[in-house]
Each structure stands twice: as C-alpha cells, then as structure tokens.
C-alpha cells in the first residue's frame, strides 16, 4: 500500500515521503497513528501543493539573502575596542560584538550564530568576515577594529 508519510520515522521515511508499506504494516500501525495518510488523488494533490508552497517560499528567501549579501558587500563595519600600545586587544572582538554593532551602526540583524569567525579577533587593522545568510549564499563583511 502506498502511503504519505506525515511525520519522520526512523528507518521506514523521512516527513513528505511516498513510500510503499506491507497493508498490515499500514493499516494497524501508520494510519492509526496518524503517521501516515493513503496516497490517494486528494491526498497526493495536497502533498503537491504544499511541497509547491515550500519551494515558493525558500526561493524568496534564497532571494532576500542575495539582496542582503549585496548590501554586506559595501559596507565597512568599524568596531571600537581598547588596545594596548603594542596593538593588542583588550579581551577580543567576537562574532557577538560585531553582530551588535551592526545592528547598532546599520539597523542590519543578523545572528551571532551565522557570522563565520574562526576565533575572536586579538589584533588591531581590518579583516573580512563570513557571513552564512543562506544555504549556498554566504556574505562578505568588511570589519575594522579600531583603538578608541
């Protein structure tokens, strides 16, 4: 019996998967569960729908990242820290700083979690940073730390 699956289950599917079940295995487990619904017309015709809606949805954001990850592209970040006189920091500049002082200085949020910094910065002058806005579209930020 073919079957939509409507939830992940581990070793028989993942969530929105077609798949052919034995009907004991279908009638007495997925369907009383509510794991699973018949992949008839109606229910096969949704399942299109949805997964149409979904690929909708992911392409305007797939969008909206390449738009910011221009506008990334022209901005040059400069965070102020205290430095020792032989250029060292104070403490670092982390993924977390340089997440607020974007938002303080450009209105731009984005999560600490999506800037790509190796370890925090220790040393005065400028440096780029990667920033994961999508899957596949990764943004370029231009960071100066300055000495206050």
């Given at each position: 019996?073919?079957?939509?699956?409507?939830?992940?289950?581990?070793?028989?599917?993942?969530?929105?998967?077609?798949?052919?079940?034995s009907?004991?295995?279908?009638?007495?487990?997925?369907?009383?569960?509510?794991?699973?619904?018949?992949?008839?017309?109606?229910?096969?015709?949704?399942?299109?729908?949805?997964?149409?809606?979904?690929?909708?949805?992911?392409?305007?954001?797939?969008?909206?990242?390449?738009?910011?990850?221009?506008?990334?592209?022209?901005?040059?970040?400069?965070?102020?820290?205290?430095?020792?006189?032989?250029?060292?920091?104070?403490?670092?500049?982390?993924?977390?700083?340089?997440s607020?002082?974007?938002?303080?200085?450009?209105?731009?949020?984005?999560?600490?979690?999506?800037?790509?910094?190796?370890?925090?910065v220790?040393?005065?002058?400028?440096?780029?940073?990667?920033?994961?806005?999508?899957?596949?579209?990764?943004?370029?930020?231009?960071?100066?730390?300055?000495?206050?």
């Amino acid at each position: 019996m073919k079957v939509i699956l409507l939830d992940n289950i581990k070793g028989v599917g993942k969530k929105d998967e077609i798949i052919n079940a034995s009907d004991g295995y279908a009638r007495n487990f997925l369907l009383p569960r509510k794991l699973a619904v018949e992949a008839n017309n109606e229910n096969l015709a949704k399942l299109k729908a949805k997964q149409s809606a979904n690929d909708y949805r992911k392409d305007v954001e797939k969008q909206e990242a390449k738009k910011m990850a221009e506008k990334l592209k022209g901005i040059l970040l400069k965070v102020r820290v205290k430095a020792g006189e032989n250029g060292k920091i104070f403490g670092g500049v982390t993924a977390k700083e340089i997440s607020d002082e974007l938002k303080n200085q450009y209105k731009i949020e984005i999560d600490k979690k999506k800037i790509d910094l190796k370890e925090t910065v220790k040393t005065l002058g400028s440096l780029s940073v990667n920033i994961k806005l999508y899957e596949g579209v990764i943004g370029v930020l231009k960071v100066e730390v300055i000495s206050q």
